[in-house]
């Protein structure tokens, strides 16, 4: 009985050293990002199959791109890293690609379960804030490691649901199901990662989801210099639902103007992402 009450004491112990410690660290990560594209052009815009794959090379090293998390026990800042513009890809066949820097900000306050997420949508900035919804994580057994850090693997299954658009009209919704693998480390206990992932028992260092991966390359923890996490402020308020409203309407209205282009312009195409 003795036994069992001194074991109990010292997990006690241990999980109120771990919350502590994790309340006082901070600190600074860099993050490397990769973005699978696939180009899919209509055989009778006379685009052939080299010409795609070249684009399509292009625009993967466009999107190699550089991100910086500020954290916290409590709060976390992700933002991409100010770079200088990359050269367009060349154009080829009337086929024009622009990728654009983002100057989004996500801000998650894990204590008091909110997010605020600064971005920009077609010319107009953004201010979304809604409350922050946990992911349901499942804790694997795998483990690898990630530099200097042992890493413990976790997935997460999403549903996803998604409406394309043809002829300027919307298509029934397709439905797949997403599978997002993490890397996590307890040598960091604090539950902050890259981007949307967040909630583990460590920092997430590496992140794929089939389609975008994001891997830390560099951690500094409790700088000299005080970072200062706050959320941005300059944007139209709005909560994640209304923000969803207005980007599927703009799509649409996207997506009627370049096809009016179109019919006016020939085969040329005009293709600009952002993020």
């Not at 292009?58 to 954290?71: A, G, P, S, V």
């Not at 009627?256 to 179109?262: F, H, I, N």
Request: hydrophobic letters at 30%; glycine letters at 6%.
């Amino acid at each position: 009985m003795i036994s069992i009450s001194k074991n109990l004491l010292a997990l006690v112990m241990v999980c109120a050293f771990a919350k502590a410690y994790s309340q006082q660290v901070s600190g600074v990560a860099t993050y490397q990002t990769q973005r699978h594209i696939e180009m899919k052009m209509d055989s009778t815009s006379g685009i052939t199959s080299d010409i795609q794959k070249t684009l399509q090379e292009q625009l993967r090293k466009q999107f190699q791109k550089e991100y910086t998390l500020t954290f916290d026990g409590k709060k976390s800042l992700w933002k991409e890293n100010a770079t200088l513009n990359k050269p367009q890809a060349p154009s080829s066949n009337g086929i024009q690609i622009q990728v654009s820097t983002s100057n989004d900000e996500l801000f998650n306050n894990i204590e008091e379960q909110s997010f605020t997420n600064k971005t920009n949508l077609m010319g107009k900035d953004f201010l979304i804030e809604d409350s922050l919804k946990k992911p349901e994580w499942k804790l694997e057994k795998e483990i690898k490691n990630i530099g200097q850090y042992t890493c413990f693997k976790a997935t997460l299954t999403e549903e996803m649901e998604t409406i394309n658009m043809v002829n300027g009209e919307e298509t029934a919704p397709t439905k797949e199901t997403k599978i997002t693998t993490a890397w996590y480390t307890l040598d960091i206990p604090v539950q902050q990662g890259p981007d949307r992932f967040w909630g583990l028992p460590g920092l997430i260092l590496e992140v794929n989801d089939g389609k975008m991966a994001m891997m830390c390359t560099k951690v500094v923890l409790n700088p000299g210099e005080k970072h200062n996490i706050t959320p941005p402020t300059k944007g139209k308020k709005v909560s994640a639902e209304e923000y969803e409203e207005i980007s599927t309407a703009k799509a649409k209205e996207m997506m009627e103007r370049y096809q009016t282009k179109g019919k006016k312009g020939g085969n040329h195409i005009s293709i600009e992402i952002q993020g």
